[in-house]
């Protein structure tokens, strides 16, 4: 078996008029490789090989300042994705970069261009390890949870409908005790809420209410995760996780994206001391998928989620 090749790659984020919510960014950009190299005129994250010596936030720093002139000020670990290409076996570590020095102007590629993240990509081809980040990118870095179940059905719907005002574009309805009559009415509202907002509306491990109700996709609870053995038919597909074999269950069924936790004590969980962020983050490291910080976060723990690379947060109770 070939060597694996270490590549840094940088998803450089810039807000444009899209909701407020902190870690809210609106485009990404991409740059097309020059005449001469190989997969020449394919549209890539920019980047590099890691060289000897180098950690990955090393590389990415060095190949940003020779291809884009620029010097990375705030840059954040997302996600990890190994791909075969015919010449070689690459393991690439994206960062989300969102603060740097200097006008960005391509040294070494011929074009570069600024896409929206909520809308298919304007450039074409785009190299295929990259493919799969585009999908990440259009994912909304908070996550809500609901809680008709403690809140009363019209305490959470008014609840989530001035979130989704303020910006909120992800909801994953849960309330799983509800009768289901009432759980079926609820998951409905919500789901009228959320299309007036473009947000995407997942349902916790109930295929056929998904369904009937048109929800964008389906959350599986780890205790279904770790028995199915296909990804289930739907657009977005998330699981919940506490450990690494789980998230390799998630990574190995090629779902969307993972909530991992406890990382904090919360009231469901109080005896529990939660994995930390220094756990959390070496769990995520070699993480393919998107993953959401679960437990104990509010909005304004967004940066320290980032930071320990997280795509984001979810919340039960701090949303609203």
Same mark, same amino acid.
């Not at 902190?22 to 890539?44: H, M, N, S």
């Not at 609901?146 to 019209?154: K, Q, R």
């Not at 959470?156 to 509800?178: P, Y």
């Given at each position: 078996?070939?060597?694996?090749?270490?590549?840094?790659?940088?998803?450089?984020?810039?807000?444009?008029?899209?909701?407020?919510?902190?870690?809210?960014?609106?485009?990404?950009?991409?740059?097309?490789?020059?005449?001469?190299?190989?997969?020449?005129?394919?549209?890539?994250?920019?980047?590099?090989?890691?060289? /000897?010596?180098?950690?990955?936030?090393?590389?990415?720093?060095?190949?940003?300042?020779?291809?884009?002139? *620029?010097?990375?000020?705030?840059?954040?670990?997302?996600?990890?994705?190994?791909?075969?290409?015919?010449? %070689?076996?690459?393991? *690439?570590?994206?960062?989300?970069?969102?603060?740097?020095?200097?006008?960005?102007?391509?040294?070494?590629?011929?074009? *570069?261009?600024?896409?929206?993240?909520?809308?298919?990509?304007?450039?074409? /081809? *785009?190299?295929? %390890?990259?493919?799969?980040?585009?999908?990440?990118?259009?994912?909304?870095?908070?996550?809500?949870?609901?809680?008709?179940?403690?809140?009363?059905?019209?305490?959470?719907?008014?609840?989530?409908?001035?979130?989704?005002?303020?910006?909120?574009?992800?909801?994953?309805?849960?309330?799983?005790?509800?009768?289901?009559?009432?759980?079926?009415?609820?998951?409905?509202?919500?789901?009228?809420?959320?299309?007036?907002?473009?947000?995407?509306?997942?349902?916790?491990?109930?295929?056929?209410?998904?369904?009937?109700?048109?929800?964008?996709?389906?959350?599986?609870?780890?205790?279904?995760?770790?028995?199915?053995?296909?990804?289930?038919?739907? %657009?977005?597909?998330?699981?919940?996780?506490?450990?690494?074999?789980?998230?390799?269950?998630?990574?190995?069924?090629?779902?969307?994206?993972?909530?991992?936790?406890?990382?904090?004590?919360?009231?469901?969980?109080?005896?529990?001391?939660?994995?930390?962020?220094?756990?959390?983050?070496?769990?995520?490291?070699?993480? /393919?998928?998107?993953?959401?910080?679960?437990?104990?976060?509010?909005?304004?723990?967004?940066?320290?989620?980032?930071?320990?690379? %997280?795509?984001?947060?979810?919340?039960?109770?701090?949303?609203?």
């Amino acid at each position: 078996m070939s060597a694996v090749t270490l590549v840094s790659a940088a998803v450089l984020l810039r807000a444009g008029d899209g909701p407020a919510l902190p870690g809210a960014f609106d485009e990404f950009l991409l740059a097309r490789r020059p005449a001469g190299k190989v997969y020449a005129g394919w549209w890539e994250f920019p980047g590099g090989k890691v060289e /000897p010596g180098e950690t990955f936030h090393d590389a990415l720093v060095r190949e940003l300042r020779e291809e884009l002139g *620029i010097a990375i000020t705030q840059a954040t670990p997302w996600l990890t994705r190994e791909f075969v290409y015919p010449h %070689a076996t690459v393991r *690439i570590r994206f960062f989300r970069v969102t603060a740097w020095d200097g006008d960005i102007h391509p040294h070494e590629h011929d074009a *570069i261009a600024w896409l929206r993240a909520d809308r298919a990509p304007s450039v074409e /081809p *785009i190299l295929p %390890a990259n493919g799969p980040i585009l999908k990440g990118l259009a994912l909304p870095t908070a996550c809500a949870l609901t809680n008709a179940e403690e809140n009363g059905v019209d305490a959470e719907l008014a609840r989530l409908a001035a979130a989704l005002e303020n910006g909120l574009r992800f909801v994953q309805v849960r309330d799983r005790t509800l009768p289901l009559p009432m759980r079926e009415d609820f998951a409905r509202a919500a789901v009228a809420l959320a299309r007036r907002h473009g947000a995407l509306v997942v349902v916790n491990d109930d295929a056929e209410l998904a369904r009937r109700i048109g929800a964008d996709g389906l959350h599986l609870p780890a205790r279904t995760l770790m028995r199915s053995d296909a990804r289930p038919d739907f %657009a977005w597909v998330g699981a919940s996780c506490h450990d690494a074999e789980e998230l390799s269950r998630a990574a190995q069924l090629e779902l969307d994206y993972a909530l991992l936790g406890p990382v904090r004590p919360t009231p469901t969980h109080p005896q529990s001391a939660g994995l930390g962020w220094p756990a959390f983050a070496q769990l995520v490291e070699r993480s /393919p998928l998107p993953v959401f910080a679960l437990g104990g976060m509010r909005p304004e723990t967004m940066g320290e989620a980032w930071a320990h690379g %997280a795509h984001g947060i979810a919340l039960m109770r701090g949303w609203g």
